[in-house]
Protein backbone atom coordinates (compact mmCIF):
# COMPACT_ATOMS: atom_id res chain seq x y z
CA UNK A 1 0.00 0.00 0.00
CA UNK A 2 1.11 3.19 -0.63
CA UNK A 3 1.70 6.30 1.81
CA UNK A 4 -1.33 7.56 0.59
CA UNK A 5 -3.29 4.93 1.00
CA UNK A 6 -2.35 4.58 4.80
CA UNK A 7 -3.38 8.32 5.07
CA UNK A 8 -6.80 7.50 3.53
CA UNK A 9 -7.54 4.57 5.83
CA UNK A 10 -5.84 6.20 8.90
CA UNK A 11 -8.14 9.52 8.43
CA UNK A 12 -10.85 7.63 7.83
CA UNK A 13 -10.65 5.73 11.11
CA UNK A 14 -9.68 8.75 12.78
CA UNK A 15 -13.21 10.46 10.91
CA UNK A 16 -15.20 7.50 11.76
CA UNK A 17 -13.94 7.80 16.01
CA UNK A 18 -14.66 11.58 16.00
CA UNK A 19 -18.18 11.32 14.81
CA UNK A 20 -18.54 8.79 17.39
CA UNK A 21 -17.41 10.89 19.87
CA UNK A 22 -18.99 14.04 18.93
CA UNK A 23 -22.99 12.19 19.09
CA UNK A 24 -21.71 10.40 22.46
CA UNK A 25 -21.15 14.06 23.86
CA UNK A 26 -24.47 15.38 22.08
CA UNK A 27 -26.17 12.62 23.87
CA UNK A 28 -25.04 13.01 27.46
CA UNK A 29 -26.27 15.79 29.90
CA UNK A 30 -24.93 19.18 29.35
CA UNK A 31 -22.08 20.08 31.31
CA UNK A 32 -19.08 22.40 30.01
CA UNK A 33 -16.92 19.40 29.82
CA UNK A 34 -19.74 17.70 27.18
CA UNK A 35 -19.36 21.28 25.29
CA UNK A 36 -15.73 20.94 25.29
CA UNK A 37 -15.95 17.58 24.15
CA UNK A 38 -18.44 18.77 21.09
CA UNK A 39 -16.18 21.26 20.10
CA UNK A 40 -13.07 18.54 19.84
CA UNK A 41 -14.83 16.61 18.19
CA UNK A 42 -16.11 18.70 15.67
CA UNK A 43 -13.33 20.13 14.91
CA UNK A 44 -11.34 16.58 14.63
CA UNK A 45 -14.25 15.59 12.35
CA UNK A 46 -13.73 18.75 10.24
CA UNK A 47 -9.76 18.70 9.99
CA UNK A 48 -9.71 14.82 8.90
CA UNK A 49 -12.48 15.43 6.82
CA UNK A 50 -10.68 18.00 4.60
CA UNK A 51 -7.55 16.10 5.06
CA UNK A 52 -9.58 13.26 3.59
CA UNK A 53 -10.60 15.14 0.41
CA UNK A 54 -7.34 15.93 -0.10
CA UNK A 55 -6.11 12.17 0.24
CA UNK A 56 -8.98 11.62 -2.43
CA UNK A 57 -7.87 14.06 -5.03
CA UNK A 58 -4.33 12.99 -5.12
CA UNK A 59 -5.51 9.18 -5.40
CA UNK A 60 -7.70 9.88 -8.30
CA UNK A 61 -5.88 12.31 -10.08
CA UNK A 62 -2.53 9.74 -9.82
CA UNK A 63 -5.23 7.15 -11.14
CA UNK A 64 -6.78 8.64 -14.24
CA UNK A 65 -5.36 8.20 -17.42
CA UNK A 66 -3.99 11.53 -19.11
CA UNK A 67 -6.64 13.40 -22.04
CA UNK A 68 -5.51 13.90 -24.89
Known amino acids: MSRAQVSLWTLTA??????????????????????ITVAAGLLLLFVSGALLFRVLRHLLRSSTPPQP
Open 14 to 35: VAVLAAGGTAQALAAPASTAAD
